[in-house]
C-alpha cells in the first residue's frame, strides 16, 4: 500500500529543473527563519504569560513582516533563477504561470 506522501507526490505536477539557492543566501535564509522561528515562540510564551493584547498583536505584525520579507527574498530569487533558467530552456510559459500564482497568493 502506498503512503499518502507517495500518492501526493505522484500526483503533484513535475517540477522544472532549477538552479539550487546560492550557499550564502540559503546561510541567510535559514538565519532569518531561525529568527522568525524564535519570535513566534516568543509570542507563545506571551500567551502564556496574559501579556498585554496590544503587546502580543505587535509581535504578530512583526512576524508577519518577517514572513513577507523572506517570501520576497525566495520569489526574487525564484524569477532570477528559476523562471530565468526556464525561460532560457523553453519552458518560459509554465513557469511564468506557476510565479504569477504564488505571486497572486500574496496579493490576497
Known sequence: MKSRAETARKRAAPRPAHPLVARGNKTGLAKRLNRIEGQVRGIGRMIDEDRYCIDVLTQVSAVQSALDALALQLLEHHLHGCVQHAVRSGE??????EALGVIRKFAR
Do not use: P, S, T, V
Open 92 to 97: 518560459g510559459d509554465r513557469a511564468m504561470e
